[in-house]
Every structure is written in structure tokens, then in C-alpha cells.
């Protein structure tokens, strides 16, 4: 079987400039890669590039073993994000509930996890799912916490059942609890969804709790591909050790 994501050889230069050089991983059903390494190391680059905002100058990215992106319309469903300041990512003027059914009705898909009888069913489900009070989602989204933002947009990316979720620094900028809340959320959805994550972050903790592999960047290079953070590198070790880039 084909893994769900395989990124190969993927390099990515603006004029002369290569923001990233031959990065090659794989990530299959249920599993989580971590992508770390010190500011400025190509991190979000990698993290677009999955999600074809950029096209690579060189290498190939695919889904199932089909090249992404393709033109395909469905292809769009399989892969979403949660990005690093999930406030921007919601329309200011719609409700968050207006927000969340945006990709559900641009694709209409089949779920098979999710009830999809009506939006107000998908709604009551995705709020069970992701710990959100049903009645915060009529609220704009400024009137909700870090932590609850963060969590619909989470309820976002899952309502079509995505194949994998993008998401760029997840718990930057959240209490410990909201962040432990955030954990316990992804864990969970990747047992009951079997969802792929892609997780970009600077906090080691959360990678070693979710990802069953990590790559780590160095100016745009991987100088680790790891399935314990302890086995990384002389480089990888000095940032582990300090939980943290
Ligand atoms: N459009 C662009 N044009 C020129 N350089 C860019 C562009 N986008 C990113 N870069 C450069 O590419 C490098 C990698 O940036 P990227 O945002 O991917 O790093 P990162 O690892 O995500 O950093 P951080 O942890 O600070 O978010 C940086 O040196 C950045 O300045």
C-alpha cells in the first residue's frame, strides 16, 4: 500500500537561493511526522510546499502514490491546515460557525466518520469532537480564546475528513492547559479518524507525544530523520535537550 504522503528529493529555490535542498520522508495512515529545526530553516516553506501553495523546482510530492497537486477537484479535501495564528485563518466579518462549514460546502464530500444529514448535525458532532461549546460557534471569531480558536480550527480541517492536516506551530502561544487540551485533541483524532499529521513546531514535548518520526531542518537540509528524538544528531541533541528551538 502506498503511504499517504511521500515527499521526494524536494527542493524549493527562489532566484539562486535554495530554501530547501533534497528533503525525501513518507508519512502513512495514522502516522505523525514532527518537522523541527532553528528559525529560518525551512520549516514553513516545507510545510506550503506539501500543501501546494508553492510548486517545487525540483522533486515530487505525492498523495497515494498519485503526484500532488494534480487539478484534480477531490484531491483539494484530502489534505488540510491549521496554520500558526488560526485567528487570521477565519473570515472576521462570519461567524465561526459560518467559517467552519466554508470547505464543507465548497466539497460536499461523503463522510464516513462525521454525521452529514444536515450542517446542524455536522456541527453538534464537530463540537463533541474537538471540545468547543456548540453556542461559541455563532460568536465572531475575536470573541473566542486562543484555545478555542485554535480548537475550531481544528474542527475545520476535519469536517470533510481529511487524509492529513498541515498544521504550523499548533501551540504557539497557548496556556498549558489549553495546550495539553490540543495534545489529548490530536491524539484522539488520529485514533478515531486515522488522519495523518504533518507537525511543524519549535516545542519538543508535543512532537515526542504525537510523531512517530521526525525531520529535523538545518538551512533548508535534513540533518536527521529520526523515530526517537534521542537517537538525532550531536545537533539534534543540543535542542532536545533543551525542549525546545
Ligand atoms: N518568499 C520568500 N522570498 C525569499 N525568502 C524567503 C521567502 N519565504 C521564506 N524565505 C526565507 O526562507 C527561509 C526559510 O523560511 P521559513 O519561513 O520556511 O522558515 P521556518 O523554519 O518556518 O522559520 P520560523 O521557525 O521562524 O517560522 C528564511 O531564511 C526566509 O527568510
Same mark, same amino acid.
Given at each position: ?17 535554495s ?29 506550503r ?10 522533486g ?69 469532537a ?18 478555542? %480558536? ?14 492529513? %492536516? ?8 497557548l ?28 516545542? %519538543? ?16 537540509r ?23 528551538w
Amino acid at each position: 500500500m502506498y503511504p499517504v504522503l511521500s515527499v521526494t528529493d524536494l527542493t524549493y529555490q527562489i532566484k539562486d537561493q535554495s530554501l530547501l535542498s533534497n528533503i525525501s520522508f513518507h508519512v502513512r495512515k495514522k502516522a505523525s511526522i514532527g518537522i523541527i529545526g532553528e528559525s529560518g530553516s525551512g520549516k514553513t516553506t516545507l510545510g506550503r510546499l506539501i500543501l501546494g501553495l508553492l510548486k517545487p523546482t525540483h522533486g515530487l510530492i505525492s498523495l497515494h502514490g498519485k503526484v500532488f497537486p494534480s487539478g484534480h477537484r477531490n484531491e483539494r479535501r484530502a489534505i488540510q491546515a491549521v496554520f500558526q495564528h488560526p485567528l487570521a485563518s477565519f473570515n472576521p466579518e462570519w461567524t465561526v460557525r459560518e467559517s467552519i462549514l466554508e470547505p464543507f460546502r465548497r466539497h460536499r464530500p461523503i463522510l464516513r466518520h462525521f454525521p452529514a444529514t444536515s450542517e446542524e448535525n455536522l456541527m453538534t458532532a464537530l463540537s463533541l469532537a474537538v471540545g468547543v461549546e456548540e453556542r461559541l460557534f455563532d460568536q465572531l471569531p475575536h470573541q473566542l480564546s486562543g484555545g478555542q %480558536i485554535q480548537r475550531a480550527a481544528i474542527a475545520r480541517a476535519i469536517s470533510i475528513e481529511p487524509d492529513i %492536516i498541515v498544521m504550523d506551530e499548533p501551540t504557539t502561544g497557548l496556556d498549558v492547559v489549553s495546550r495539553a487540551q490540543i495534545i489529548e485533541l490530536l491524539e484522539r483524532l488520529q485514533q478515531t479518524l486515522g488522519v495523518s499529521l504533518v507537525l511543524i513546531s519549535h516545542d %519538543i514535548d508535543f512532537i515526542r507525544r504525537l510523531c512517530s518520526e521526525t525531520l529535523v531542518l538545518r538551512d533548508g537540509r535534513a540533518v536527521d530523520l529520526i523515530d526517537r528524538l534521542e537517537s538525532g544528531s550531536a545537533y539534534t541533541q543540543r535542542f532536545v535537550e533543551a525542549g525546545t528551538w
